[in-house]
């Protein structure tokens, strides 16, 4: 199994910073790695897939990087509605796995 | 747009047994892979299983067994049968669809259904 660690669980950050998550997995997962954003008593969200690509109404803030191993979801300027829980995902091989997530939170 | 609509969770006895449904709109689904994840109370996403255009299913390992993925697509809906329920598959149940055929990542979710398990 493929595992994949989110090494910081709480990210405190001031409206308007840029935020940087990472995210590694224990083994190459090529470029199939996807981000999703979930918000309190909501569904997931789909943010990035392909480590890169945005998903459909994605605002450009929102960028992605890495293949491999290593990974990174970078949010350029951090919005109100941006506080959320981040989760990367792996669908390279089975069974699909995701990291832990990490919540960024208003500092 | 798509939609995925989730039903079938609630309350059921350890040992029990229970059957989600999601029914899918807004897309051709008989050429798209599905999935189910889940949610615990306050914790992480956890994938639970798919199936793919071509009815080929994968599962978690330590749900094989229990659980059993389906599809009928002529309702466009998939199922997932669970079986012999333990208080820690008290969950959230998301469906996904999948980005392609067999494979690709979670590009649409459905809102849930909250399955508890207990006493």
């Known amino acids: 199994e493929i595992v994949m660690t989110q090494s910081l669980a709480t990210l405190s950050v001031s409206p308007g910073e840029r935020v940087t998550l990472s995210c590694r997995a224990s083994q190459s997962v090529n470029f199939n790695l996807a981000w999703y954003q979930q918000k309190p008593g909501q569904a997931p969200r789909l943010l990035i897939y392909?480590?890169?690509t945005r998903a459909t109404g994605i605002p450009a803030r929102f960028s992605g990087s890495g293949s491999g191993t290593e990974f990174t979801l970078t949010i350029s300027s951090l919005q109100s509605e941006d506080f959320a829980v981040y989760y990367c995902?792996?669908?390279?091989?089975?069974?699909?796995?995701f990291g832990g997530g990490t919540r960024v939170e208003i500092k | 747009e798509v939609q995925l609509l989730e039903s079938g969770g609630g309350l059921v006895q350890p040992g029990g047994s229970l059957r989600l449904s999601c029914a899918a709109s807004?897309?051709?689904?008989?050429?798209?892979?599905m999935s189910w994840v889940r949610q615990a109370p306050g914790k992480g996403l956890e994938w639970v299983s798919s199936?793919?255009?071509?009815?080929?299913?994968h599962y978690a390992d330590h749900l094989k067994g229990r659980f059993t993925i389906s599809r009928d697509n002529s309702k466009n809906t998939v199922y997932l049968q669970m079986d012999s329920l333990r208080a820690d598959d008290t969950a959230v149940y998301y469906c996904?669809?999948?980005?392609?055929?067999?494979?690709?990542?979670?590009?649409?979710w459905g809102q849930g259904t909250l399955v508890t398990v207990s006493s």
């Open positions: 996904a669809k999948r980005y392609t055929s067999g494979g690709g990542h979670f590009e649409y």
């Open positions: 807004g897309f051709s689904f008989s050429n798209y892979g």
């Open positions: 199936i793919s255009s071509g009815l080929s299913p």
């Open positions: 995902q792996q669908y390279n091989d089975w069974p699909l796995t």
């Open positions: 392909g480590a890169s």
